[in-house]
């Protein structure tokens, strides 16, 4: 049973465009929320992260959104450029979920093009 | 400075065999992770390192996985016998604090293992 959903595997943006990359999860007990970016043959990139104390989370280009009650997280990419154009995971940990002390769920990715 | 380096880039192995995979953290990081990437998916949690440590191994799949950091950075991921189901990516990631739930975690480029 998939813990970190990703239900879209893959995203076509016109550059300039915003890009809305949405997750979801099952866990109540995960705390910690990441986005991580991975091009062919490279490993995950981190992107930006948030915590569940939050429901917002901006860096630059890059702004992540929290709803705790529905146990929903996107990454909203503005303006989306062809550099951007990569498989995105969403991952999420919690110091009292069950696992290890932080390690990552992951979702299946999505991937992303941004077409000039 | 440097980031998480992982050694072989790429490995095939007959079955039966056994390797050896290397990876290299950020210096001064306490926490280690492996996981294991199939085609298609998102990284898998094998098992967790706090300095030299093996605080969670509860990821491997069996018994012919075996990980280790005697002195707290440099980790090797052994799979003995190989199988053609471990054919995957495996990936190596770091982070600073050994209370993770809320770090983040750099991954390095990962090993693409074949099986034939």
């Known amino acids: 049973d998939q813990q970190v959903k990703q239900n879209s595997p893959s995203l076509s943006v016109q550059e300039g465009r915003i890009s809305i990359l949405n997750c979801d999860y099952t866990?109540?007990?995960?705390?910690?929320f990441l986005w991580y970016k991975k091009y062919p043959a490279e490993g995950p990139t981190f992107l930006i992260s948030?915590?569940?104390?939050?429901d917002k989370n901006e860096d630059g280009r890059f702004t992540v959104f929290l709803n705790k009650s529905a146990k929903h997280l996107s990454l909203h990419i503005v303006p989306s450029q062809p550099g951007d154009s990569a498989v995105y995971f969403c991952?999420?940990?919690?110091?009292?979920?069950?696992?290890?002390?932080?390690?990552?769920?992951f979702g299946k990715g999505t991937k992303l093009s941004v077409k000039p | 400075g440097a980031g998480v380096s992982q050694s072989p880039r790429y490995k095939v192995a007959k079955r039966g065999q056994d390797v050896a995979l290397r990876c290299d953290p950020i210096s001064g990081h306490v926490s280690l992770f492996w996981y294991q990437q199939a085609l298609g998916q998102g990284p898998e949690f094998l098992t967790y390192?706090?300095?030299?440590?093996?605080?969670?191994k509860s990821g491997l799949p069996s018994d012919r996985f075996f990980a280790e950091r005697p002195e707290g950075s440099v980790s090797t991921l052994k799979i003995q016998r190989t199988q053609q189901e471990d054919s995957a990516v495996y990936l190596c990631?770091?982070?600073?604090?050994?209370?993770?739930?809320?770090?983040?975690?750099?991954f390095g480029p990962g090993t693409r293992l074949t099986v034939l």
């Open positions: 390192f706090q300095n030299e440590a093996q605080l969670d």
């Open positions: 866990n109540s007990m995960f705390d910690y």
């Open positions: 948030i915590s569940s104390i939050k």
């Open positions: 991952a999420a940990s919690g110091m009292n979920y069950g696992g290890s002390q932080g390690n990552l769920i």
């Open positions: 990631a770091s982070s600073l604090w050994y209370l993770a739930g809320e770090d983040t975690q750099y």
